[in-house]
C-alpha cells in the first residue's frame, strides 16, 4: 500500500494511504495491463530489430561474380603483380564456382 504524506491541522504531519482505483485490485486488469505493457515493449523491440537489420545489410555489399574476379585476376596478371603459380591456383578456385554459379542459374559451361 502507498503512503502519501499529508499537513495535519497543527503543523504536524501525518500519514494517510493513497487508495488506489479499485481496477488495479482486480487480478485480470492486472493481466490485461501488463499483457499490454508486454505487447507494447515486444512491438518496439521487433521495430528496432527490423531497422537495425535493415541498416546493417544496407552496408554489407554483395560478393562479386566469380567472373568479375577472373578479370580482375587477369589483369592482375598481365601487370605482373601475381605470379604464373598464384595466377594458375586462383584460376582453379574460380574456375570451380564459376561452374557452380552457371548452375545455379541454369546455365552451360
Known amino acids: 500500500m502507498r503512503v502519501r504524506v499529508v499537513a495535519v491541522p497543527g503543523g504536524s504531519l501525518g500519514r494517510r494511504p493513497v ?3 479499485p481496477l488495479f485490485d ?3 486488469a492486472k493481466f490485461i495491463l501488463w499483457s499490454s505493457v508486454l505487447v507494447v515493449l515486444s512491438a518496439i523491440l521487433i521495430y528496432a ?3 537495425f537489420r535493415g541498416e546493417a545489410l544496407k552496408d554489407e555489399q554483395p560478393e562479386p561474380l566469380a567472373n568479375e574476379l577472373m578479370s ?3 589483369e592482375l596478371h598481365s ?5 604464373d603459380e598464384e595466377f594458375r591456383t586462383i584460376k582453379t578456385k574460380l574456375a570451380t ?3 557452380g554459379e552457371l548452375k545455379d ?3 552451360t559451361g
Open 97 to 99: 564456382r564459376l561452374q
Open 72 to 74: 580482375k585476376i587477369r
Open 19 to 21: 487508495m488506489w482505483l
Open 79 to 83: 601487370r605482373g603483380e601475381v605470379t
Open 49 to 51: 530489430a527490423v531497422r
Open 105 to 107: 542459374n541454369g546455365e
Open 26 to 28: 482486480d487480478p485480470v
